[in-house]
């Protein structure tokens, strides 16, 4: 199993590339299962769950043709195995992602309830609430989600979900696509990976209107045809390496990415005193001599993401003062709190809070990644700790940060994997 080893202490600073976003390329690999002709995209990260994702849907049959470093085409012609087993979808929460297009237009899925980071309890009722809703039949048994659409198909529906869910948001709105009527999706999810799906399938002639709102129309078709689609830019591995940055009192410029969708992640970087400049395809941060803390409370999207939370848990362990950090939206979510204070951070737990009190230098050690984002706070801290700090069961950082050593090397860091 491979490790990361750090070499703490090196301000970084230099110009790296960010890579396509895991959260937007997954549901768009799934929305190729739609149509029966050639979906083309760019831009896809070479990540653990990107391969888990192509390994799946092409031993339901689909034809998947890589088109150079950052390209893959998806053909479904011969779909013909609606199934997800649970070896395959057993470590990737995202593989219930395939429900809804297999629903939609293969009339029948067997899909194995997912696994993934043991951040807290994701249930997919609003998955199975929404497209009974739209006329499916499913009985959850013996692990797996058995549904069949009926024989006049899914039918369009007005949807009400309790709790804002990203995938079940992506799911429903892939299985309306094809589904007979007008569906509306009230409490959607309104981040911009929602929006980059919505913009494929429209590419792929769907009608949707009001992506990027809590309030999703879908008016069906009958069939959808082929595609181009480039991946947007991953806002959370942007933010990533603005925060490991700023952490190490480093100045760095980020390419092929976007402000638009940072807000949150740009005021608190702002708060703790670094210096930003926005371009249309770039952002660089200078940060200062010492971090002010900053005090973060997790929300759905345009609110501060969790997936940045252990982030700027990381990065307020060495500022100057003490913040509050919120998690309101998984309740197993401070596991990285335990691994932080092995490297010294001084950090009290309290339900859903953490109490954060800079420290004025963290100490290598060996810690133990227990989940993707909680990799990414044990990156930081390792890059601002003095010593070595070896980092443990990095698969986890394989599923969501593509070549994450490389491009750290080159911006001065000092970090090996070792296999």
Request: glycine residues 8%.
């Given at each position: 199993m491979d490790k990361l080893l750090i070499q703490g202490g090196t301000p970084l600073a230099g110009e790296i590339a960010i890579s396509g976003a895991k959260n937007a390329a997954l549901p768009i690999l799934c929305a190729g299962l739609l149509s029966s002709?050639?979906?083309?995209?760019?831009?896809?990260?070479?990540?653990?769950?990107?391969?888990?994702?192509?390994?799946?849907?092409?031993?339901m049959g689909v034809r998947v043709t890589d088109e150079g470093t950052h390209g893959v085409s998806l053909d479904s012609r011969g779909l013909d195995n609606p199934l997800a087993p649970y070896d395959m979808v057993k470590t990737m929460r995202a593989s219930i992602l395939v429900l809804g297009p297999l629903l939609a237009r293969h009339g029948e899925a067997r899909v194995s309830l997912p696994g993934g980071c043991a951040i807290g309890a994701r249930p997919v009722e609003q998955h199975i609430r929404g497209?009974?809703?739209?006329?499916?039949?499913?009985?959850?048994?013996?692990?797996?989600?058995?549904?069949?659409?009926?024989?006049?198909?899914?039918?369009?529906?007005?949807i009400v979900t309790d709790?804002?869910?990203?995938?079940?948001?992506?799911?429903?709105?892939?299985a309306a696509v094809l589904a007979a009527g007008?569906?509306?999706?009230?409490?959607?999810?309104?981040?911009?990976e929602v929006v980059d799906l919505a913009n494929c399938l429209v590419a792929m002639g769907a009608q949707i209107s009001g992506a990027g709102t809590d309030r999703i129309r879908i008016r069906g078709v009958e069939r959808l045809h082929g595609a181009t689609h480039p991946i947007m830019?991953?806002?959370?591995?942007t933010g990533t390496y603005l925060c490991a940055a700023a952490a190490t009192g480093g100045q760095v410029r980020l390419t092929r990415t976007s402000a638009a969708y940072l807000d949150a992640v740009v005021d608190k970087l702002l708060d703790a005193g670094c210096d930003i400049v926005i371009e249309r395809d770039a952002i660089t941060l200078q940060a200062p001599a010492r971090l002010k803390a900053v005090s973060v409370r997790t929300a759905p999207y345009p609110a501060f993401p969790t997936d940045m939370q252990a982030q700027f848990m990381a990065i307020n362990c060495v500022a100057e003062g003490s913040a509050v950090i919120r998690e309101t939206i998984f309740e197993n979510r401070f596991m990285h709190a335990v691994e932080l204070i092995r490297l010294g951070a001084d950090i009290r737990i309290d339900a859903n809070n953490a109490m954060v009190t800079g420290v004025e230098h963290l100490q290598g050690a060996t810690v133990m990644a227990t989940d993707l984002r909680a990799s990414a706070s044990l990156v930081i801290a390792g890059l601002v700790a003095q010593g070595e700090t070896l980092i443990e069961r990095i698969y986890h950082l394989d599923r969501g940060y593509e070549g994450i050593e490389d491009k750290l090397g080159q911006l001065g860091a000092h970090v090996r994997r070792i296999r």
């Open positions: 002709e050639p979906l083309h995209l760019s831009n896809v990260p070479r990540l653990r769950d990107i391969s888990t994702m192509l390994r799946l849907i092409e031993q497209l009974q809703a739209m006329g499916a039949e499913i009985h959850v048994e013996h692990g797996y989600i058995h549904a069949k659409a009926g024989a006049g198909g899914l039918k369009g529906a007005r709790m804002v869910t990203v995938t079940g948001t992506e799911n429903l709105m892939m007008e569906t509306v999706i009230e409490n959607a999810a309104r981040e911009p830019a991953d806002r959370i591995e």
